[in-house]
């Protein structure tokens, strides 16, 4: 089975601080993506990467960088977070071809005050 | 941008009955994949069924099936014989090349 992990279920921060998410595949993806859910809104599309140290912006980067330094590894970094930054965050992994399933890690609840 | 649209923010269906979940896309596009993704309460989101647009056979896995109207650019999902385990967060997707769409979901109740 394909598994995707997440460094945290829960965090709680305060405004200013910098802040890092992990994600973790063991599926040897091509692609990882992260995304921000919220309620009525959907899966929004922050940044994916398709190879080692290549990234791409997706829909809403304003605010988050990534990197990409092992093939398993993506974070996902708040550079100052925000009160308006609080939100659900996915991790996805996929393999190359097109049109392929994406495979979720369980998420990291970020709370910022 | 592509645009998806699932218009029920909630549904709900008696166990055993059949329920659709709509979704409707907005693509220039004729090559694409459209997706449902499950997400059971505070569980990770899986893969219900794909569906690839070149296709014009319905994809069906087991109890899930999906309606798929290209021109009219419609992508519903058909659970049928729905279980208590069928309550969830579901979401339509839209993918071409590494540009993936979600709607903003349909959460469904299961009524025992």
């Known amino acids: 089975d394909v598994k995707v992990t997440q460094s945290s279920r829960y965090l709680v921060k305060r405004t200013g601080e910098k802040v890092f998410l992990e994600c973790v595949q063991d599926?040897?993806?091509?692609?990882m993506f992260w995304y921000r859910q919220d309620p009525g809104l959907g899966l929004r599309l922050i940044y994916f990467?398709?190879?080692?140290?290549?990234?791409e912006k997706g829909d809403i980067p304003e605010g988050y960088s990534v990197s990409r330094e092992k093939k398993e590894r993506f974070s996902l970094i708040l550079e100052s977070a925000s009160t308006n930054q609080t939100s659900m965050y996915l991790c996805?992994?996929?393999?190359?071809?097109?049109?392929?399933?994406?495979?979720f890690g369980p998420g990291t609840r970020l709370t910022v005050t | 941008a592509q645009t998806v649209t699932q218009s029920q923010p909630e549904m709900s269906v008696q166990e055993a009955e059949t329920v659709t979940l709509s979704c409707t896309y907005d693509?220039?596009?004729?090559?694409?994949?459209l997706f449902w993704y499950k997400q059971p309460p505070s569980r990770q989101m899986i893969l219900v069924i794909r569906?690839?647009?070149?296709?014009?056979q319905n994809a069906t896995e087991n109890r899930f099936s999906v309606n798929f109207q290209k021109a009219a650019k419609s992508f519903s999902l058909k659970i049928s014989d729905s279980q208590l385990g069928d309550a969830a967060m579901y979401f339509c997707?839209?993918?071409?090349?590494?540009?993936?769409?979600f709607g903003a979901g349909t959460r469904l109740t299961v009524k025992p």
């Open positions: 996805a992994s996929s393999p190359q071809g097109q049109g392929d399933e994406q495979y």
């Open positions: 599926m040897d993806h091509e692609n």
């Open positions: 990467s398709y190879d080692v140290k290549m990234k």
């Open positions: 693509t220039s596009e004729s090559d694409y994949y």
């Open positions: 569906q690839e647009a070149y296709k014009q």
């Open positions: 997707a839209y993918m071409r090349g590494n540009d993936m769409r």
